[in-house]
């Protein structure tokens, strides 16, 4: 996290492969990489009607989450200010992108990994897994593309997802020591979205947290 917060910047460059959202890549002068997603560069148009402002906090919190469950799937993200613009900075990560592994890339993933990425997109309200938002690095998952999640507006609670890497829990009870860790750190998880979100977003955490803890088995397509 302080090479993202403080490393000097040798190049960043417009990404190619960015999606509805501005973003560019970061070289640091250690040589390690990031992308960049300025509040500027949001989509305006994507965001407004399903209530998702300030994406780019969006992306610290889904991270800040991720790491009170202890689930170590969304890369260290943080807010910084490159050239005189704001947004989020998240660490570049390896591995194959979602839409582009062949079904022998997905079999490898850990099953505890695919839970952990469902329980964290049900916690967030993530409306936006594509496959190309995870990248795939062994039997490890990396969750990437998190702005369209914790709505300010009632009624994005997650739809049923349609990927096929979550085909193979489809049905499936969900295992009670996810539900545990998750009961833990609700407080947590509810108090910090309302510090850097607001109430809205924090009473929609809650009611999806809640949800969650109910929920007996996985509901995807």
């Known amino acids: ?93 390896s591995g194959m992108r979602g839409d582009l592994a062949n079904p022998a890339d997905l079999a490898k993933v850990s099953r505890d990994q695919i839970n952990r990425l469902l329980v964290l997109d049900h916690i967030l309200g993530a409306i936006d897994r594509r496959a190309r938002n995870f990248f795939i690095e062994g039997k490890r998952l990396h969750a990437i593309d998190n702005g369209y999640s914790l709505a300010e507006r009632a009624g994005t609670a997650p739809s049923p997802i349609n990927n096929s890497l979550y085909q193979k829990l489809r049905g499936q009870s969900i295992p009670k020591k996810y539900q545990n860790i998750v009961r833990s750190r609700r407080k947590d998880i509810v108090e910090y979205v309302r510090r850097s979100l607001g109430e809205n977003a924090a009473l929609n955490t809650a009611d999806r947290v809640d949800q969650f803890l109910r929920r007996k088995k996985w509901f995807v397509l």
């Open 1 to 93: 996290m302080k090479v993202l917060r403080q490393e000097q910047i040798k190049a960043i460059i417009r990404n190619p492969e960015q999606g509805g959202n501005e973003s560019h890549i970061v070289t640091f002068s250690d040589g390690s990489k990031a992308v960049f997603k300025p509040a500027s560069g949001e989509s305006k148009r994507g965001l407004a009607p399903i209530a998702f402002p300030n994406a780019y906090k969006r992306e610290v919190a889904a991270y800040e989450i991720d790491r009170m469950l202890g689930f170590g799937i969304v890369p260290p993200t943080t807010i910084r200010t490159i050239k005189g613009e704001i947004g989020s900075l998240q660490k570049w990560v």
